[in-house]
């Protein structure tokens, strides 16, 4: 038999508000411990919980500023509910249905063939990715339009987060058109697939720059869409106002002196070099050294690229690799005098010697300088219209032109898979709300400000491949580089023996 209600034992009614706070403070702190836990394990592309790269170390980032359980939310949301969760916060335009012919490729774009001929008869396997993740960052997989993203190792700065952010604008600007494909990248400098060393196997790894002895694919770097860290902006709206601060004075008022501005502190010995040739009078050059640390106190005033235009003749240097002042350079309309360089980028191989650039030796570096300078003051009107040439090539580098080489070279570089992308279990679906969502403020402006929309053209016409074509731009542009060798040789000599007889 049972009890009747009215004998059953009561909790005493002034236990019941403490029980109740008891419980709510431990599901808070349980709740709180949990988002802390899973936050400390989530890897993200501002670079949480992810080691530098072991082949080219550089200081851990910190994230400070907020607590430790506002940044485990934030980690959360960003990284698992912001492309889920139904709302954009990017303004979208109409699509447009294509309604312009296309146009053809320029001619650099045939090296996506050159780049991508070392697969060209085995095809791209998994395990030749399983090979490349070795040497990789991060791993991109796109599919049906989506990316996922694992993450390996963080990059420097920011340049992972604006080289995804590069691929999501991508897919935005080609609505199903991108392919399915799974790709590995590394975010650092210097090339890493060596031909000698991977003859037998050559891996498919992506990356900002390649040379002549490495088999890394060449791919547009992140600056193309902003690098807040030096305060440059998206690739677009940057050259627009160097070409405007080149205009402001006319090329015979601009001073006849070779210029260059940068930061020779990163391993480079070109640049190391370069600093012995800061003589206006005995090298006709003005060497400045950049500090960057400097130039963020005071507001980057004295480091605007549209102020740098102001000179005859501008120096290209390479620093630890590569270096994207390249673009910037070329944009002035200034005579580029580029110290032959060791590494090239996706569109650097469009350049042609007393064309659109004038080659310096790194071996005589002070007087070939200075002899560039002497032939351009002899020859003002051809000087004149190297550098314009040379500004009206970065000129057809437009975004435009930008997102039709990433989605050539990933069209091309799908057609050679052998098996169907998936995105590996750890991968995170990455989106533009949650790049925007884990940025810090200055990050998202510059995100922002590259925003792009769907295209009213189709991409432009990929030309087929050419090795024939390839090899005598090599040798053309060799051959011209020898001719100013020589030309320089001859009035040393000329020199010389003038000295001698005297």
């Not at 807040?228 to 015979?252: H, M, V, Y």
């Not at 370069?274 to 640390?293: P, T, V």
Request: glycine share 4%.
């Amino acid at each position: 038999m049972g009890l009747s209600p009215k004998n059953t034992a009561r909790t005493p009614s002034y236990l019941l508000p403490g029980v109740s706070a008891l419980a709510a403070f431990s599901i808070t702190a349980l709740l709180l411990y949990k988002v802390d836990d899973f936050a400390s394990q989530t890897k993200t592309v501002a670079g949480h919980n992810l080691d530098p790269t072991p082949w080219h170390l550089f200081p851990a980032k910190t994230f400070g500023e907020q607590t430790r359980q506002a940044r485990g939310y934030k980690i959360i949301h960003c990284s698992y509910l912001a492309c889920h969760s139904g709302t954009s916060t990017i303004p979208e335009q109409p699509r447009a249905h294509p309604s312009k012919p296309s146009e053809k490729c320029p001619d650099f774009f045939r090296w996506i063939h050159h780049d991508l001929k070392p697969w060209a008869r085995t095809g791209i396997s998994i395990s030749h990715l399983a090979e490349a993740q070795k040497f990789a960052a991060f791993r991109v997989v796109i599919i049906a339009g989506k990316l996922y993203v694992d993450l390996y190792y963080t990059c420097v700065q920011s340049r992972m987060m604006f080289t995804i952010w590069g691929l999501l604008q991508l897919l935005k600007r080609y609505p199903g058109k991108v392919p399915d494909v799974d790709m590995m990248f590394d975010c650092m400098d210097r090339p890493r697939i060596n031909m000698t060393e991977h003859k037998s196997m050559p891996l498919p790894l992506f990356r900002y720059c390649t040379t002549e002895d490495h088999f890394d694919i060449p791919f547009p770097d992140w600056s193309f869409w902003g690098w807040p860290e030096t305060n440059l902006r998206a690739w677009d709206e940057e050259f627009r106002d160097i070409k405007r601060g080149s205009q402001r004075i006319s090329w015979s008022k601009k001073w006849p002196r070779a210029y260059w501005k940068g930061n020779p502190d990163v391993q480079s010995p070109v640049r190391i070099e370069l600093l012995k040739c800061n003589h206006s009078r005995m090298w006709e050059a003005q060497i400045m050294r950049q500090d960057w640390a400097e130039e963020a106190r005071i507001g980057y005033e004295q480091s605007k690229l549209s102020n740098q235009c102001n000179y005859q003749y501008k120096i290209y240097a390479e620093g630890y690799a590569w270096s994207v002042s390249l673009k910037y350079i070329l944009s002035c309309g200034s005579l580029a005098l580029i110290i032959s360089p060791d590494y090239e980028d996706f569109f650097s191989r469009g350049l042609i010697p007393k064309k659109n650039y004038w080659p310096v030796s790194p071996n005589n570096l002070c007087p070939s300088i200075k002899y560039a300078v002497d032939w351009g003051t002899k020859h003002p009107s051809e000087a004149k219209e190297i550098g314009k040439e040379g500004q009206k090539l970065m000129e057809t580098l437009s975004m435009d032109r930008v997102y039709d080489y990433m989605f050539h070279l990933i069209t091309e570089y799908s057609k050679l898979q052998d098996f169907k992308p998936v995105p590996p279990y750890s991968a995170q679906e990455l989106c533009p709300e949650s790049l925007l969502c884990i940025a810090d403020i200055k990050q998202r402006q510059f995100l922002e400000q590259s925003t792009t929309f769907p295209s009213q053209a189709p991409p432009c016409t990929l030309q087929p491949s050419n090795s024939n074509l390839i090899k005598s731009w090599i040798q053309r542009k060799k051959k011209f580089v020898e001719d100013v060798e020589n030309m320089e040789k001859m009035k040393t000599e000329g020199r010389s023996n003038k000295d001698a007889w005297l």
